[in-house]
Every structure is written in C-alpha cells, then in structure tokens.
C-alpha cells in the first residue's frame, strides 16, 4: 500500500506540472490581435474591454499604424489575426496576395477628408484654392505609398488641378496622425486629416474646409489568413457592427455604410 500511495503521489505531481505547462497555451491562445488604422486608435482603444467583457477568457491586443504600413507587416509574417484598413485598395491587394480572408471581409465604417489648420494663428482657407496663396507654406499629408489619407488627398487635389502646383509645400507624415500632430503644434501651415481625427485635435485645430473629388472613405475589416484565432477574429469583426460597437464609433464620428 504504502508503495501504491507513493505511485499515486508522483502521478498526481506530474499531472499538475502538465497542467502548469499548458497555461500559457490557453492563455495565448485567447489572445486576439488586432492591427488597425490609425484613425482608429481613439475608437478601437476604448471598443476593446467591451469585446472583452462579451466574450470572456478573451484577451485584445492592438497595433496602430498607417494601413500601408500594417499590411507589409503582415506579409514579413507579423503574427496578426485581424486587419482594419481605412482604405479599400489595401485589402484588395491583400486579398490577392492571399494575406486576408476574402469571405470575412465587412466594411465597418465610413470618414470624410478635411483641411485644417492651426486654431491660433492659422491661415484662413476657405477652400482648396487658397492652398496655393502665400499664406500657406507647409502643407502635411500622408505618404502616398503607404497612408490612405495621403492617396485621397492625392485624388482631391489632383481633382482641383492642384496637385504639382502644391507639392513644393508637401511635407509627408508617416501616418494620419502624425498630420494632426504637424498641424496642432503649428509646424505645419495646413494638412489633410479625417474629420474624425480632426476632432481628436480639438480645440489645437480647426477644419478650414472639406476635400472632394476622391474615392469615399469606406474601412473594410478583414480575417488574416495565418491566424490561429479564426472564431475569435470573425467574432470581433461581428462585434463591430453590434450596438455597442456602432455606439462608439457614431461618437468618434465615424459614419455607417448603408
């Protein structure tokens, strides 16, 4: 008995250590990460622990950056299980490449192009034209490669005829933000940010007027195709368009597709 009792022990033992073992396991496997547009770090930052509370056990882990930049990412193998674009063409070319999940893909959230301006001491614009008077020496806008924002300007002053006329001024940011960010500490003499972002500015920036002629600001949202939550991807990317989700997003002004 005394040998049986002994047996028992050390099988109970090793049990235990596998047990401990495979904690990590469960835990990573909970975890659920999330690259996303910049544009979306205000929304994002505050729509994860309600996800989190809706669905236990689950853990979300964010990654910020300019669309182009978050999908080379994800082609040099960055372990991403969810993708969200503020364009269109960086998913396409995703999907083509057999980096997303075509049949997840949802379009989530609509924005608008705007220019601001400094709120002291900015230029007063009141519409794309006055971009080209001598007031206005610096103009920020995202990369044209790899920064949504910067190709739908592009497209908005390509369609005022003002694109080479203006582009001695450009000065190019790494991601939407880091316009804002040009602008409000009146580095920059104006600069093309979402009207979501914009707001973010507050009272350091005021929008001087809104772009047009460029393709709409639509964000799709996509299943990468290496990750290893597949469930847990498609129930984020369902969550989005839940009330809680929508509650949120309408508050940092993003619009619904219809």
Not at 177 to 184: F, G, I, K, S, T
């Amino acid at each position: 008995m005394p040998r049986c009792s002994s047996l028992v022990r050390v099988a109970r033992r090793g049990l235990a250590v596998l047990a401990l073992a495979a904690l990590p396991a469960l835990a990573a496997a909970q975890t659920l990460t999330v690259s996303a547009a910049a544009s979306l770090t205000n929304a994002f930052k505050e729509l994860g622990p309600k996800f989190e509370a809706s669905h236990p056990g689950s853990k979300l882990v964010f990654n910020f950056a300019a669309s182009g930049t978050l999908i080379q990412q994800i082609a040099q193998g960055a372990p991403v299980d969810v993708f969200a674009s503020a364009d269109q063409t960086t998913v396409t070319q995703g999907i083509e490449k057999k980096l997303f999940d075509a049949d997840s893909k949802r379009d989530f959230a609509l924005n608008t192009v705007v220019s601001v301006v400094p709120a002291q001491g900015g230029p007063a614009l009141a519409s794309v034209k006055d971009l080209a008077g001598a007031a206005v020496k610096r103009i920020a806008i995202g990369k044209t490669a790899t920064v949504p924002v910067g190709r739908y300007t592009r497209e908005s002053l390509d369609a005022a005829g003002l694109w080479a006329t203006l582009e001695p001024k450009f000065v190019y940011a790494d991601s939407v933000r880091q316009v804002l960010d040009y602008v409000a500490r009146g580095e920059v003499d104006a600069g093309f940010v979402y009207r979501t972002d914009a707001a973010i500015g507050g009272d350091k920036v005021k929008i001087a007027f809104t772009a047009t002629g460029h393709t709409p600001v639509s964000y799709p949202v996509v299943v990468v195709s290496e990750s290893r939550q597949k469930p847990l991807a498609k129930a984020f990317i369902h969550f989005l368009s839940t009330p809680p989700a929508l509650e949120v997003l309408n508050r940092y002004g993003f619009g619904q597709p219809s």
